[in-house]
């Protein structure tokens, strides 16, 4: 199963390749779907790719239901 998650924009460069951070974890992206988007904006990543922009407010939101989701789920193999 692939999941999109939010993702702030740490650095970006003039060809679209760039790294965004989510959850304190760092990767690699390509934003040239999404050529409005600039370093410090939250973008939705999927699979390596931005594939929009969000509001900073929306992507706390989002983050904090992963974190309950991931709180509140048994353990795997218990």
Known sequence: MCLAVPAKITRLDASGQGTASYLGSEVNANFSLVPQ???????????????????????????????????SSPDEGA
Do not use: P, T
């Open 37 to 71: 988007a600039r370093r410090g904006d939250w973008v939705i990543l999927h699979a390596g790719f931005a594939i929009s922009v969000m509001s900073a407010k929306e992507a706390r939101e989002i983050l904090r239901l992963f974190k309950e989701m991931a709180a």
